[in-house]
């Protein structure tokens, strides 16, 4: 895949995507500033990377935060120079039924999985259009495509940031930067066997890092706007029957 010599930025870089995702990024050559909301977790997930041959650096970024957000911009910019791929990964989902749901869980699910997105994009993205070159990637769910029983505040927010990666595609569509969106649904750091999925199992954070690091690549110059779906067939339908 071609990189030139880019830079990215991935948040919650040391989870089970995110991981996945600046591990290959580095094998494809470009620098990384793995973010997440410990110094301590994103050093550690650097460090495996780093003993790998990856050019690699940990911050701590919390989504929540606009000083948190801005401050770490500073270095990570101060560091890099630029950032030409930028991955909103951090995302969290805790289950509550809807009459159960505190307005504070409600806002807290929207400002770290919506706002969050909004406020790391609009950190770099100044920076961004004077260097005329971007590939923005936003992690959206398949809660946000088709909903979720349990999970209301996490799909609105997700739709939200499925909605946000096509309007801000269209607003940037000109200024060569593309904005995508990557929706998985079922993955897990354990392979399961499921009947939720056709292909008749939970997938793993690489299998989603394949995709997005083909967004990030100079490859995919005629995408933007486009929600992926990529959940081995769940929101296909139900298995019923047997193929
Ligand atoms: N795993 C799935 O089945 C699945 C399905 C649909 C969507 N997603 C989305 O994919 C993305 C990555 O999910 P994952 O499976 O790797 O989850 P994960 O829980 O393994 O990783 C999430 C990371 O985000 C970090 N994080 C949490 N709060 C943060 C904050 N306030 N600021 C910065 N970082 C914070 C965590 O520390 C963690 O490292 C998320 O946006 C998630 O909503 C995952």
Do not use: H
């Amino acid at each position: 895949m071609k990189f030139e010599k880019r830079t990215a930025l991935v948040t919650g870089g040391a989870g089970e995507i995110g991981k996945a995702l600046c591990r290959k990024l580095c094998g494809e050559g470009v620098a990384v500033a793995l973010t997440d909301l410990s110094l301590e977790r994103a050093e550690e997930a650097a460090t495996l990377i780093r003993q790998e041959g990856g050019r690699i650096r940990a911050y701590e970024m919390n989504v929540e935060s606009t000083e948190s957000v801005r401050s770490a911009a500073e270095k990570i910019l101060a560091d890099f120079g630029r950032i030409d791929i930028l991955v909103n990964n951090a995302g969290v989902w805790r289950p509550s039924r809807f009459e159960e749901t505190s307005e504070e869980k409600w806002t807290k699910t929207l400002n770290l999985n919506l706002t969050g997105t909004f406020r790391v994009t609009q950190a770099f993205l100044k920076p961004m259009l004077e260097n005329g070159y971007g590939r923005i990637i936003n992690l959206g769910s398949i809660a946000g495509e088709v909903g979720l029983p349990g999970y209301c505040d996490y799909a609105a927010a997700k739709g939200g940031v499925i909605l946000m990666t096509k309007t801000l595609a269209m607003e940037l569509a000109k200024k060569n930067i593309t904005v995508n969106c990557v929706s998985p649904g079922m993955v897990g750091p354990v392979r399961r066997e499921t009947k939720g999925t056709w292909i008749g199992r939970t997938g793993s954070g690489e299998e989603i890092a394949n995709l997005i690091v083909f967004l990030a690549s100079d490859d995919s110059s005629f995408i933007t706007g486009v929600d992926y779906t990529v959940d081995g067939g769940r929101i296909l339908g139900p298995r019923f029957c047997e193929y």
